[in-house]
């Protein structure tokens, strides 16, 4: 809505308020005027019948007189009552409208968003300049307000245009480079439902999915892969990401099929390829030592498997899990405590042990050893240095929403013990 069409519904709900008013004065003077009209009328046609009698012979003259007379007094009477009763009422009326007026705009100034209003018409009359800016890859000039003003325009434009799925994947793409991971994925997975079809989009989306580190979104991320290189197995990007994201989830198999794909055409001093080439080697070392510690299994006796277990088990922390002061007041009261590790080594941000449990009175001691991890070989034994989290969550999930309270500290893991850790939670996400 543009300022002249609000200027003129404004005027016009006026105007509307002022005809509301004066519509009962102006209804009660015409009807004054149509009942003098009709008395003076009756009057005559009295007169006109007083001598239409007197030439009958039905009265005499003396009666006519005094009938005349009769009318006159009452004619006289009734206009006086009617000046008397529809006296000036221009004055009441003035003050009554300039006292509405006033009051109307002095509600008005205190409830309107007019403020917000301007800024998101501002905000609309940048995104042509900010759109520029942001698709030429200057998006690191952006300030904090450009970026507002823009997530602002494309708001006001997506609720303009809902089924707008460009818009909807841009804005996504805008949460998502200022880590806003939830938002971003909900606007991507909008923009993939109203076009389907569109495989860059479906792209974008695997991309954010990955990005959060959090397993189930990781398995949808594969599973949106697989099926774009179902129908596009040449493509040597979509080969990529799928070797990435099924090394995060530690699939021995898919990492190696998908980069042998890439291998020969990855540069030789590629930080992404010798990471991947440290992962398969990882979980290969892990599928030999759970082969061989299955064959060794199925040679000594059930107590023996039972101690060999429990030592594995052994393999972890005593955490014991504070508030600092603000914390104490700003943090949610209700909700989840969930305490994970994940590997300090490397950008695999997927948890090797997680423990949930409800917020409860502070400080809380909680265990976390390998019988807490989410994979069977990806677990605190497989690892050698950790950065332990606590998070206070409302809706129990690993992945960050804002609002949330964490607190992180670095350790290392010692084979077959249960070390002892203590964790402040005091920064808000």
């Not at 809505?1 to 009660?28: C, D, H, K, Q």
């Not at 490397?346 to 991890?373: C, G, H, Q, R, W």
Request: hydrophobic share 45%; aromatic share 4%; net charge negative.
């Amino acid at each position: 809505m543009s300022w002249s069409e609000f200027y003129i519904i404004v005027s016009g709900l006026i105007t509307l308020v002022l005809l509301i008013v004066a519509f009962p004065w102006l209804r009660n003077k015409n009807h004054a005027k149509q009942d003098s009209l009709s008395n003076t009328q009756i009057v005559k046609q009295r007169l006109a019948e007083l001598d239409r009698e007197v030439q009958e012979g039905l009265i005499s003259e003396h009666d006519k007189r005094q009938a005349v007379d009769e009318l006159k007094l009452a004619l006289v009477d009734e206009s006086a009552f009617q000046s008397h009763k529809t006296g000036n009422a221009k004055l009441p009326l003035a003050i009554g409208a300039v006292l509405a007026i006033a009051c109307g705009v002095i509600v008005y100034a205190q409830v309107n968003q007019m403020g917000r209003v301007a800024q998101a018409a501002q905000a609309i009359e940048a995104l042509p300049e900010l759109s520029q800016q942001l698709a030429s890859g200057n998006a690191n000039n952006l300030t904090q307000q450009d970026i507002a003003s823009l997530a602002l325009a494309i708001r006001q434009r997506l609720r303009e245009e809902p089924e707008d799925d460009t818009g909807w994947m841009y804005f996504g793409r805008l949460m998502l480079s200022i880590g806003q991971e939830v938002q971003a994925i909900e606007a991507i997975d909008k923009a993939v439902s109203l076009a389907p079809s569109n495989s860059a989009n479906r792209i974008t989306l695997a991309q954010a999915l990955m990005t959060t580190g959090d397993v189930n979104n990781l398995e949808r991320a594969q599973s949106i892969l697989l099926g774009l290189l179902n129908d596009n197995p040449a493509n040597d990007n979509l080969a990529l990401m799928m070797a990435v994201v099924s090394a995060q989830l530690g699939d021995l198999e898919n990492t190696q099929r998908f980069y042998k794909q890439v291998e020969g055409k990855l540069p030789a001093d590629s930080d992404m390829a010798q990471r991947l080439v440290a992962r398969i080697k990882e979980l290969q070392g892990n599928t030999s030592a759970m082969a061989a510690l299955q064959n060794t299994a199925a040679e000594i006796t059930d107590t023996s498997t039972a101690q060999n277990a429990s030592s594995e088990a052994q393999t972890g922390f005593n955490i014991t899990v504070n508030l600092s002061d603000d914390a104490s007041t700003k943090a949610p009261k209700d909700g989840f405590l969930i305490v994970f590790a994940q590997d300090a080594n490397s950008d695999n941000k997927m948890p090797a042990a997680v423990v949930k449990l409800p917020i409860d009175d502070f400080p809380v001691s909680v265990t976390l050893t390998t019988e807490n991890a989410m994979m069977p070989q990806f677990t605190l034994a497989t690892l050698s240095d950790v950065v332990v989290t606590a998070r206070l969550s409302k809706d129990g999930n690993v992945a960050v929403s804002k609002g949330e309270w964490q607190g992180s500290v670095n350790a290392s893991v010692t084979a077959n013990e249960i070390s002892s850790l203590s964790v402040i939670i005091d920064k808000e996400l």
